[in-house]
């Protein structure tokens, strides 16, 4: 494990948890920790912000997932022409993000649009 990913990790665990209280309880922070060094979920820390995806592979389609981002607006939005780039060399089709509804009016600029809602029950 290169220190400066763990260094990374640290600086932006404020964002990460932040955005964990929105996840509805799918993750824990040492969840997204052992998801990025076992590399089944790609970190990136930006100065103001940080993301974390996943590659979904469907039977007909593959996506890389955004389903956590936190920091300033702005540096998310920023981010995204470099996710699109690595989406595109990692062979997927599309790119999906998971969040509040707010995100939707942010990224319209970006060509993203709401192809469904999910909506959850915990039982």
């Known amino acids: 494990m290169a220190e400066g990913l763990m260094e990374e990790i640290v600086r932006c665990r404020h964002w990460i948890e932040d955005a964990l209280e929105y996840s509805g309880g799918t993750h824990t922070f040492k969840d997204i920790v052992d998801g990025i060094l076992n590399m089944s979920f790609q970190f990136w820390p930006a100065p ?3 993301a974390v ?17 936190a920091g300033e607006k702005d540096q998310i939005v920023d981010m995204d022409e470099s996710a699109v780039r690595f989406a ?3 062979g997927c089709d599309a790119v999906t993000i998971a969040g509040r509804r707010g995100w939707k009016k942010v990224l319209a600029h970006k060509g993203y649009e709401e ?3 999910t909506l959850a029950k915990d039982i």
């Not at 995806?53 to 981002?69: G, N, R, S, Y």
């Open 48 to 50: 103001r912000g940080c």
């Open 53 to 69: 995806t996943e590659i979904c592979v469907f039977p007909q389609k593959k996506v890389l997932h955004i389903f956590l981002a």
């Open 88 to 90: 595109k060399e990692q």
């Open 115 to 117: 192809y469904f809602t």
